[in-house]
């Protein structure tokens, strides 16, 4: 059977079933832990971390190292980490700063896999702490030891007892993992945690990331059976990509919520003092998080509310919201305050509407807010929320009491809650009040169901739940480089790049940036360069009057301000002065361009059109960033606001994205205009998607205004900065997120006639992944999965069909049949912690095997793996499956006995 299972350390895609091997388990998980700098002195942070692991009831081996200690605490000190008589899964460090290089060096040595540096006073503080930092760091590298910190509070893993961290006190067990760079947060929310019984799977405090960082821990998370829940704090990220790809990953499995500071110049200041990471642009950011399908909060008061509403029986569909009240002051405020944060009041269908009248007094509100009256029983409340969660068009509730004289609310939160429990609409509660209500409020709190003094804070509770399933619904999206319509001319827009690189430039004058915009089937307005008024007069004949005269320099970015601008020109005699004026006045106003010219274009006129401004901006962060507003003078001036969005985009990011920008941009129906054209907007988008995408080399796009009303759409300037990218970046490595990679589908015809596509797998296989798994014989599912698995669970589906296309790849052979995709074959690797090596795997349906399919499929992914510049691909095979061993040696594979299990047999394929 050509089919083999892979249980390798890393194996992103089928880790949750192969927990027990992840390589970071020995660093949260030690069998055995050295403490460098114990001590028994008070109120220090060696004596702290001792007695937190004695007191946390730690099951392995606790060393201790002090060379001025005989024993602390009873346990015998050591000189150096090197007198212990083991090798060591963990040493946490907690010295002088200038005493760390040394130390980890000794560790090195003494063969100790993980170190943890919780001592500050490196990177963070001027070039000496610097210094210090690259030398541990150097060093861990050299010894392959993995490190966490330095400035550090430290981790734990309540379940395991333990508590590596100079906290005062430990933490309760329980699902949540907290992965903070702030060690003050951390304790803070520690604090917090032990009264509420909130309790922690892992928790881990990062300091300055320099090795081990945010996308390794979350990996590790996702592979814990352990951790429902992901927290996370960030100031910074040092490692975009691969935060990116673990987030994602991470979203696809298991809730994860996010506090990121940095929102404002002094708060990205402090986070970059801190822990020497960049912050980056906000919005930008934002457009990351809500691509990696995650929900970013705003403090940590919000933190354990939005994890109680995700993490319960609600299935979160909109952001149109319901709010129900006895009193119409409370159902204001939560409409304003819904308004303010773009949170949508569902408009009550007729039906429902008519079905409230008949059940409510007649002078009920009619209306969402639904003001059912200050003397609202029990049976009103029932009545209007019944009739609401029935609605198809209100997605979520607010319902609010306040206690007035008439009312019960102890009563009506028991009615409540027999409706809202089997309702999977949210539904939040906002009982005001004191001593009245907090009976009711504890019936929320033992149900689930969240609850809240003041409305403001429901309402954020809502905007979060709504926010997740949008995130979600956007992490699905995996959008090609090009989308499925005429291609762009890629050689005729890398030849324009090519030749202004070879002359030095990195700045494309209008034409070329426009000849860019052309290449990508983006309507401009054609724009020649007069070097003279006769020249200027007799293409302006040419192009037709009226016209348009621009300045042409490299130097000038914004041209109205340095004067180069004239419109609505509508004589030679015009068009000559007008030549003239402009070199008058741009030299007058900036003596330091180089003029090369006057630009001449038609002057577009459209009596409802809208100026917008849409580009790309290269943000320090995540990189490319496509950006989109209202255009003309606002942005030279700095007044336009902007939505951001990060490429790849296809209609559905678009779409999400003008919806965030439709009032901003005034894309409706506006003074009497009709709305524009939105076809025409959505596919001037998604080519600058495409540009973005294949054009590595631009670091700016701005197109500025770009003229669209209700006939269309067309670029009237635009300008394009460019720079030199290395000769061994891959086709998508400026990319924050990986393309679908498009061009990696192929087709072949099978020896019975069958066209066979071969293509990189999608979320949408999910249904035809899990047919294909559930026809397979028993024989075949027990040399892929070991065991006779009937179908995949919901979440090994997820972690199959919706990969991270940088560091994995699974190629899918499908072929048609009724009309119907049938999945025959798949293959897949995912590259180790190294960045040189990859685990694969590989399975072929029973009726399709011995027809060349497997290796094909293993051709294709070979190739892709090579391509992507790895050097080996490893795989483990059962030493019972002949055919199998057989096959992949005709591939190349050497094979060798498994070093860890005499069942298996280790194959290793040199790919460069």
Known sequence: MLHCTTLPPINHWARHMNYEQHYLKPLFEPKSVAIIGASETPCTVGTILVRNMLDGGYKGKLFCVNPGHETVFGHKSYDSVESIPQRLDLAVICTRPETVPGIVEACGRAGTRNVIVVTGGFAESGPRGASLERAVIETARRHRIRLIGPNCLGIMRPSSGVNLTFAHGGATPGSIGLVSQSGALCTAILDWAQPNNVGFSTVVSLGATSDVDFGEILDYLVADPKTENIFLYIEGIKNPRRFMSALRAAARCKPVLLIKVGKHAAGGKA????????????????????????????????????????????????????????????????????????IPLAKLSDATVARLNELLPQAWSKANPLDIGGDADPGRYAAALTACIEDDGVDGLLVILTPQAMTDPTQAARTLLKIATKSDKPVVTCWMGGSQVHEARLLFKGSGIPSFRTPEPAVELFSHISAYYRNQQLLMQTPAAIADHVPPRLESARLVIETALGEGRRILNEMESKALLAAFRIPIAQTVVARSPSEAMVLAEEIGLPVVMKIDSPQIIHKTDSGGVRLNLNSLAAVRDAYNQILDEVKKNRPDAVARGVAIEPMIQKANGRELMMGMVKDEIFGPTIVFGRGGTDVETGRSARAVALPPLNRFLVGDLLESARDMARLGEFRNMPAVNLAALEGVLLRVSEMVCELPWITELDINPLIVDELGAVAVDARIAIENIPLTAGRYDHMAIHPYPSHLVTTFQSKDGKTVTIRPIKPEDADIENEFVRKLSPETKYFRFMNTIRELGQSQLIRLTQIDYDREMAFIAITENDGAELEIGVCRYATNPDGESCEFAIVVADDWQGKGLARRLMGVLIETASGRGLKYMNGDFLAENGRMLAFVQTLGFVLSPHPDDPGLKRGVLVLN
């Not at 934002?286 to 509310?305: E, F, I, K």
């Not at 129900?324 to 939560?334: E, L």
Request: proline share 3%; charged share 15%; glycine share 16%.
């Open 271 to 342: 986070a970059l003092s801190h822990t020497g990471s960049l912050v980056g642009a906000d919005d930008v950011f934002d457009a990351a998080l809500r691509r990696a399908g995650v929900v970013r909060l705003g403090n940590v008061g919000q933190m354990y509310a939005a994890a109680s509403a995700l993490f319960s029986h609600f299935r979160p569909r909109g952001n149109r919201l319901a709010i129900i009240t006895n009193g119409g002051g409370p159902g204001a405020m939560a409409a304003d305050h819904a308004s303010d944060i773009g």
